[in-house]
Nanobody, 118 residues
Framework: QVQLVESGGGLVQAGGSLRLSCAAS????????MGWYRQAPGKQRELVAT???????NYADSMKGRFTISRDNAKNTVYLVMNSLKPEDTAVYYC????????????WGQGTQVTVSS
C-alpha cells in the first residue's frame, strides 16, 4: 500500500498563486509517475500534470505556461506550483502515483480544495 498526503490548497484571488505538495509513503514501486488531477463540481476528473521519476513531464494544454510540476525523488514528494490562477481552476486537486510498468498499481490522495475567487 501507498499513502499520499496532500497539502497547500486554499482560497486565493484570481491572478494569485498556490503551491501544492504531495508526499508518498509506504511500498513505493519505482520507476513511477506522480502527478496531479483535478475535479470541479459536476465535472469529470481531469489531468493537470504528471512527472515520471526520470523527470519527463506531461501537462494538460490549459495548464501549460501557468502550472509547473516538480518532484523530489529522495523525499517521494511531488509539487505543483500554480500561477495566474483563474476562477475556472477551482476544483479539488488529487495527487496520484502509479507504477510506470504496472499501471494497475495506482493510488490516490484524499484531495485538497483549491478555490479561486474572482
Amino acid at each position: 500500500q501507498v499513502q499520499l498526503v496532500e497539502s497547500g490548497g486554499g482560497l486565493v484571488q484570481a491572478g494569485g498563486s498556490l503551491r501544492l505538495s504531495c508526499a508518498a509513503s509506504g511500498s513505493i514501486i519505482r520507476p513511477n509517475i506522480m502527478g496531479w488531477y483535478r475535479q470541479a463540481p459536476g465535472k469529470q476528473r481531469e489531468l493537470v500534470a504528471t512527472m515520471t521519476s526520470g523527470a519527463s513531464t506531461n501537462y494538460a494544454d490549459s495548464m501549460k505556461g501557468r502550472f509547473t510540476i516538480s518532484r523530489d525523488n529522495a523525499k517521494n514528494t511531488v509539487y505543483l506550483v500554480m500561477n495566474s490562477l483563474k476562477p475556472e481552476d477551482t476544483a479539488v486537486y488529487y495527487c496520484n502515483i502509479r507504477a510506470l510498468y504496472e499501471p494497475r498499481l495506482a493510488y490516490w490522495g484524499q484531495g485538497t480544495q483549491v478555490t479561486v475567487s474572482s
